[in-house]
């Protein structure tokens, strides 16, 4: 599976932003999926899942309430909507898939990643 990022850009705290993830090789279907971020010194981290279904999905405390993951198998696209973004969810973004129907929250659960899509939140 290969698994294509984008949607990242530059907006102002407050604002909102939704990334997309386009899956090609396989049928996407068949995996779950999430996304995760990588700020400059840290390490990456999840931010949220969906299994292969779209109807079990998991969120990072730090994103509750603001992203919402969703999936359209039917155009073997993951989706993430950022509202009320905040300076701290700066970072590169990268979604991910796996070869189980769950949803998984470690980076070492996941079989297949994309190549990141940079978001910026200014102050």
């Known amino acids: 599976v290969q698994l294509q990022a984008c949607g990242g850009g530059l907006v102002q705290a407050g604002g909102s932003l939704r990334l997309s993830c386009a899956a090609s090789?396989?049928?996407?279907?068949?995996?779950?999926a999430g996304w995760f971020r990588q700020a400059p010194g840290k390490e990456r981290e999840f931010v949220a899942a969906?299994?292969?279904?779209?109807?079990?999905?998991g969120y990072a405390e730090s994103v509750k309430g603001r992203f919402t993951i969703s999936r359209d198998n039917a155009k073997n696209t993951v989706y993430l909507q950022m509202n009320s973004l905040k300076p701290e969810d700066t970072a590169v973004y990268y979604c991910?898939?796996?070869?189980?129907?769950?949803?998984?929250?470690?980076?070492?659960?996941?079989?297949?990643w994309g190549q990141g899509t940079q978001v910026t939140v200014s102050s």
């Open positions: 991910a898939g796996r070869r189980y129907s769950g949803v998984g929250y470690a980076v070492d659960t996941y079989d297949y």
């Open positions: 090789g396989r049928t996407f279907s068949n995996y779950a």
């Open positions: 969906v299994g292969w279904s779209g109807g079990i999905t």
